[in-house]
């Protein structure tokens, strides 16, 4: 996995650096909306049949020169022979960047025929038993989302009689995990430090939270 955080690193500030393409009055013109209108209007460039529900974390950035929607779901749960998209982040006056996570991660797919992954409870029971066995809680009551978030991602795979999970913990830490679906038991494959990304200045951003 860490060599999908490094690429995560570089594709992000890529990213940021690629879509400086509003002036300050459309970004100004455009906060004016209001968040529930920004997203809306990013819902419409993903092109996809999808809408808020499909996301557990929403969150709409702004800096001088442009503002993007990033459309999250910290924990990620790709069932077997699947591919779907979990995350999107649109930029208002820009691109739209997605990419589907796969298992197998040699199986072939149609782009245009990826949909967005529902969650429903049955999946939320799973990622409970996952968490709950990573963690040695007694139980799991809920999912506390938004500490999965951003560079504290989870991706757990599903795979015939036990669960695959990658973890990153902060922007410089990751490790594997396998979870037998019988025994819940954990079992660490590795816990790795990487090193900091050395890229370009950072474009600052702030929430818009109305």
């Known amino acids: 996995m860490k ?37 809306e209007m990013a819902l ?9 529900s499909y996301f557990k974390i929403i969150k709409v950035m702004a800096s001088e020169h442009d503002i993007y929607v990033a459309f999250q779901n910290p924990i990620i749960f790709v069932p077997e022979n699947s591919a779907y998209y979990y995350n999107a982040t ?5 691109q739209t ?7 197998p991660e040699h199986i072939t797919y149609d782009s245009d025929d990826v949909q967005f992954f529902k969650y429903d409870e049955a999946v939320l029971n799973q990622i409970k ?28 795979y599903d795979r015939g009689d036990h669960y695959h999970i990658d973890v990153a913990y902060g922007n410089y830490s ?9 025994t819940g038991v954990a079992t660490e494959e590795y816990i790795a430090s990487l090193e900091p990304y050395p890229g370009a200045d950072e474009v600052k951003y702030v929430e818009i939270k109305e």
């Open 3 to 39: 060599f999908k955080i490094l690429l995560f690193c570089i594709v992000s500030n890529y990213v940021m650096a690629q879509n400086k393409n509003m002036s300050k009055k459309e970004v100004k013109n455009t906060i004016s909306l209001g968040k529930q209108a920004i997203i």
């Open 44 to 52: 419409k460039k993903i092109d996809k049949k999808v809408d808020t």
């Open 90 to 94: 649109v930029f208002i006056n820009g």
């Open 97 to 103: 960047y997605m990419q589907p996570h796969k298992n």
């Open 129 to 156: 038993f996952v968490i709950k066995a990573i963690s040695k809680q007694d139980k799991v009551e809920s999912i506390d989302w938004k500490y999965y978030q951003d560079s504290n991602g989870m991706v757990i």
């Open 174 to 182: 990751e490790g594997a995990y396998t979870v037998n679906k019988i």
